[in-house]
């Protein structure tokens, strides 16, 4: 079997280079036919059938309505702004998602390492229960147990003064759309970007002084002063839209839909549970010596975990909870089964009116590759950043 | 709150209590947090689960009368919910076919079996299983795939799923490493493609997409279709974790190979892959459960499987109140495979790990 | 070595039988004819046009037309398969070669039958999109909708219209989609929405077999939209085409004549030039259709005319025959073209 190495010039067939050359032309070559072999079925198919083709549809009038939309949008509106929407709706509930997740997972992940008993053995319960079992089955649970359970619209309960909940969803008062608002948005981010300043110049001091300035107020004032400023200039407007009931449901103010709150609650749980087990992972991984080392400096417990282990833990538990991260936007997708229009709801309408599938699907399968890259790199970033720390 | 410390010498009860539920104010309030809790929660939930429940075969307006659960729902159900709409004088061979495949992960389990042997066996198993289900031979009646449903189809589409995934999966792993580049880029292009994208997006473009992708007249049916994805889409996280296998192999042991005068297959197949896919397996049982887990979504794509199947058994308008309790069976299904599933995954990652410190 | 063959040759066996298995002839004639079976899409569970029992038997007036078909073809009723398929999958099951036909509650609509490689043939059942309500909401009329939450299902005509008829009166309301019909039904037997919209035939389904307590419940007179439902084939076989329409006319014709499954055996003696030609026993009708001259009588004999059809399916879930359709003859649009 095994070729004697032989000096004899060999025949270029022998050329370990060429070889290689020729093994990746002939895989290169194989895709390119496979995929030529599809897509010439796929337009004689299309030809065959006369369904349409192209992504004129986008600018053709959709037809149909969204149930909840963060821009203005009816049934005259286009096919492209019903994706647009589908897309604010994926982007929504994910983005809210990462963060509550992160929130509960951390808590939990902690919880599960805590000295308490009672507490460890609760945590497990719950993490062990979710991962457990199917999201989808859990989202198809809360959905139906949210519009199984609460009262019907007409029998909403009032949580506090003009807060409704029912079947139709959680309905509270919202500021009347005033001129001063998006001045306060800005100031909002002003204050965010002081806020961060203040804390960098806060670290030169300790590094320089040794002196620790206090952290924590200083940077909710930058953070939510200017805001409050704009308000009180702009002649603190407090007119609040107040859901009303009418013939059938609430009218005015804001709402939470069962369809997202369910969403929510299924797509947070289940990713927490993951994300506290690597925040348990990470921080056990830490070597006990740091621990003690920083009692030994006299750090108090608080203090050791945030300035010693958790910076360590971080590093370990970042790549997983992106991957976390992830798996939560892309089974944000699984709205579709409950009835909340996110991207694949929007997507599936489109199809089944215009029967464009390919073009439909194309246009959901970029958006969720373009969201799971954005998502990579920007963990990755982070990473670098974490990693950097270490020295 | 949260720091590692080593469990404190057994004690006596008193002395037990009070380092693990009341050491510190902190420690003492969320104990007593946790126990109001459990007071409210547990009572009421033991009292609708067990003791004012209907058990047994009864009517629905029996059910409606008692205030506990109404397992009678299930008792009626149960295989609707179990098998689907597969015949109902036939269902002895999807639950033949149950009792196979626990036996072959039964065998699977063990360490020492592992091999070409246990390889063979299971495509053994997997093509009598399926001969089962389909019939059409030795007096047993022929069932179309369209009419499989609850757990076996579930079971399929995860298994069938996975062992053809397996092998295209090595040969994606393997090329991400290749020394080639451009088999390495359309190889991590594939994956990244793949895991960048949910997998109902992959169910839709199997079932919309794929019947265009074919020459006229040539048509696979849904379930098949179902399974192409399924497989597209496991392939790619199998390649990650069998990488990830690779990756753990000494660079040692390829140059002992090369050494040896073992061309590369030889190498790949008779010394690097048999270790990198030990190393891998407490994964691939991981991605197993997840894709046990994921198969749910072909209910979005109406494919009879166990979720589907007990949605379908609740829409009864007699039954449908009782909708919890269709939601606990076979939640209690998929958590008793999962549970176990990963405390072996978690069993063998600590054999692994201890093999390694000897 | 020896292993590898065997692989080799497993996996070559196995790709061909999962091919070959599911290959179509070109034309769906000679396909039906050489499986002995015809393939029907149908509904996944509207009473009255298409649902199964807990054994599977399937009944109602789309799945009694595909026995027709089968018996006009085959000679034998009982060669169908009936292939359950959602409002999504129904048109690629149509388009890929799943099915023979669709018979399943499908709109006529232009966009359809232009651009979706589709070809509808007839039309069996005139419905119109109408609005469920709960009775204790006291609405009267649709014109009083305005701010409701309507469940609705996805992929389907009614989702359009819906907009549209809100669009048109200058109301507003919110749809909440579902992807299936089960779930939208019970979302709204669960109260999430106020309002429930579809044809007016599966509304009266749905009232007949999903609602807790039907007495609950009221359909709004309002008629919103046209809704000519009926059977739809594959683009590009014509053959195929015409014979599903003439059957959907025979049975009209059946009705309008007189022949019912029960007199069909003596109307074989009729003088009538027509019944003569459409029980095949001059006029050579069917083989020109490239079927059995005895094709009209086989469907007959299977399912009965089309008012038969009708009334053992579609008036136990309280649908009355009125209105668009009855026969032409008694002021409906069932109408036969001659079969000359």
């Known amino acids: ?391 | 709150m949260a720091a590692v410390v080593p469990a404190p010498p057994r004690l006596g009860a008193v002395a037990w209590l009070r380092a693990n539920l009341f050491s510190g104010w902190f420690n003492t309030i969320l104990t007593l947090l946790a126990l109001f809790l459990l007071v409210r929660a547990l009572p009421p939930l033991f009292d609708w689960g067990v003791a004012h429940a209907v058990w047994g075969a009864a009517d629905p307006d029996v059910c409606k009368e008692a205030s506990g659960a109404c397992w009678a729902m299930i008792h009626e159900k149960y295989r609707l919910i179990l098998f689907g709409r597969y015949p109902y004088a036939e269902q002895w061979r999807p639950l033949l076919g149950l009792v196979l495949l626990v036996g072959m992960i039964g065998v699977s389990c063990n360490r020492n079996a592992w091999g070409l042997r246990l390889a063979e066996a299971w495509v053994a198993a997997l093509a009598g299983w399926l001969a089962l289900m389909w019939g059409g031979f030795a007096g047993l009646t022929f069932v179309p795939n369209n009419l499989w449903g609850g757990l076996p189809l579930t079971l399929i589409l995860t298994v069938i799923g996975l062992a053809v995934a397996f092998p295209l999966s090595i040969f994606l792993a393997l090329g991400r490493r290749s020394r080639m580049p451009v088999i390495r880029i359309l190889c991590r292009v594939y994956i990244e493609l793949i895991r960048g994208v949910p997998l109902i997006s992959l169910l839709f473009m199997a079932s919309f997409m794929l019947p265009l992708f074919l020459p006229t007249g040539v048509s696979i049916d849904e379930v098949l279709r179902a399974q192409v994805a399924i497989i597209l889409f496991s392939a790619a996280y199998l390649a990650e974790a069998v990488r990830g296998g690779l990756q753990a192999i000494p660079k040692g042991q390829h140059e002992a190979a090369h050494a040896l005068g073992l061309s590369y297959w030889q190498a790949q197949r008779k010394i690097i892959l048999p270790q990198a896919i030990t190393v891998a397996i407490p994964s691939i049982v991981n991605i197993f459960i997840g894709l046990f887990k994921d198969t749910s979504l072909v209910a979005i794509v109406s494919l009879t499987d166990l979720l589907l199947a007990m949605r379908q058994a609740i829409a009864d308008p007699q039954w449908r109140r009782f909708f919890v309790e269709g939601y606990v069976f076979i939640a209690l299904i998929y958590f008793v495979v999962c549970f176990f599933m990963s405390k072996y995954s978690q069993y063998l990652e600590t054999q692994f790990r201890s093999g390694q410190q000897r | 070595m020896r292993n590898k063959t065997l692989y080799a040759r497993l996996f070559i066996a196995f790709t061909v039988a999962v091919l070959t298995g599911s290959a179509h002839a070109g034309k769906t004639l000679d396909a039906v004819l050489a499986r002995g079976d015809v393939r029907c899409g149908v509904s996944t569970g509207v009473a009255g046009f298409a649902i199964a029992d807990s054994a599977g038997n399937w009944t109602g007036l789309d799945t009694d037309f595909c026995r027709g078909l089968a018996a006009a073809v085959l000679g034998d009723a009982a060669k169908v398969t009936f292939v359950p398929l959602s409002a999504q999958q129904r048109f690629t099951a149509l388009q890929s070669g799943e099915v023979d036909l669709l018979s399943r509650n499908t709109t006529w609509t232009l966009t359809r039958d232009a651009s979706l490689g589709l070809m509808f043939a007839g039309v069996t059942f005139y419905d119109g999109q109408g609005f469920m309500v709960p009775g204790d909401l006291g609405v009267q009329s649709a014109t009083e909708l305005d701010g409701a939450e309507v469940c609705v299902q996805t992929g389907t005509t009614t989702e359009l219209n819906l907009a549209d008829y809100f669009r048109a009166n200058n109301m507003n309301f919110k749809p909440v989609v579902f992807e299936n019909l089960e779930e939208s039904i019970s979302a709204f037997f669960n109260g999430r929405c106020q309002v429930y919209t579809t044809d007016r035939s599966g509304l009266a389904a749905i009232l007949a077999v999903d609602a807790p307590n039907p007495d609950d419940y009221v359909i709004l007179p309002e008629t919103i939209s046209k809704e000519p439902l009926g059977p739809v084939v594959r683009r590009g076989d014509d053959d195929w085409f015409t014979i599903v329409k003439w059957l959907v006319y025979a049975l009209i014709e059946a009705e309008e004549k007189g022949v019912t499954q029960a007199n069909v055996a003596s109307m074989m003696d009729s003088q009538d030039p027509v019944v003569k030609r459409l029980l095949g026993v001059s006029g050579d009708m069917g083989t020109k259709l490239g079927l059995g001259n005895s094709w009209a009588v086989q469907a007959i004999q299977a399912v009965g005319n089309y008012g038969e059809v009708y009334d053992r399916n579609v008036l136990p879930i309280g649908l009355a025959r009125t209105g668009s359709n009855r026969l032409w003859t008694q002021g409906g649009l069932m109408y036969a073209m001659p079969l000359r």
């Open chain 1, 1 to 391: 079997m095994v070729s004697p190495a032989t000096p004899a010039p060999a025949a270029i067939w022998r050329n370990q280079r060429f070889r290689l050359v020729l093994y990746q032309a002939a895989a290169l070559l194989l895709v390119i036919a496979i995929g030529a072999y599809l897509v010439s079925n796929t337009l004689a198919n299309l030809e065959e059938r006369s369904i349409r083709t192209g992504f004129g549809f986008l600018s053709r009038e959709a037809g149909f309505r969204i149930g909840e939309s963060v821009i203005p949008y009816d049934a005259s509106s286009s096919y492209g702004r019903a994706y647009v929407v589908g897309i604010l709706n994926t982007l929504r509930v994910s983005i809210l998602g990462i963060v509550l997740a992160t929130l509960i997972g951390v808590l939990v992940g902690m919880a599960r390492l805590s000295r308490n008993w009672l507490v460890v053995r609760l945590a497990s319960l719950y993490v062990e229960m979710v991962r457990n079992v199917p999201l989808l089955l859990q989202l198809f649970f809360w959905y139906t147990m949210i519009t199984g359970l609460l009262p019907s619209v007409r029998q909403a309960v009032q949580l506090l003064p003009g807060v409704y909940l029912s079947k139709s969803g959680l309905m509270f008062p919202a500021p009347v759309p005033h001129p001063g608002h998006p001045y306060m948005a800005a100031a909002f981010v002003i204050g965010c970007g002081l806020a961060w300043g203040y804390r960098g110049w806060a670290r030169r001091r300790q590094e320089a002084t040794g002196q620790v300035p206090k952290l924590l107020l200083p940077s909710l004032g930058l953070i939510f002063g200017p805001p409050l400023l704009v308000w009180l200039a702009s002649g603190a407007p407090t007119a609040l839209d107040v859901p009303a009931f009418t013939r059938f449901t609430f009218r005015g103010g804001n709402s939470i839909t069962p369809e997202f709150l369910s969403l929510l609650a299924g797509l947070v749980l289940y990713t927490a549970a993951f994300i506290a087990e690597n925040v348990r992972g990470g921080i056990q991984a830490v070597p006990r010596g740091q621990n003690e080392a920083a009692a030994a400096l006299g750090l108090r417990r608080g203090t050791a975990l945030r300035l010693v282990v958790l910076p360590q833990a971080l590093r370990i538990v970042i790549p997983p909870t992106t991957n976390q991260y992830l798996n939560l936007a892309k089974n944000s997708s699984l709205a579709v089964a409950i009835g909340y229009p996110d991207l694949v709801a929007v997507t599936n309408t489109s199809l089944n009116q215009n029967g464009q599938a390919i073009e439909c699907i194309a246009i959901m399968m970029g958006v969720y590759l373009t969201i799971s890259l954005s998502i990579s790199v920007v963990m990755n970033v982070y990473d670098r950043y974490v990693a950097l720390v270490e020295r």
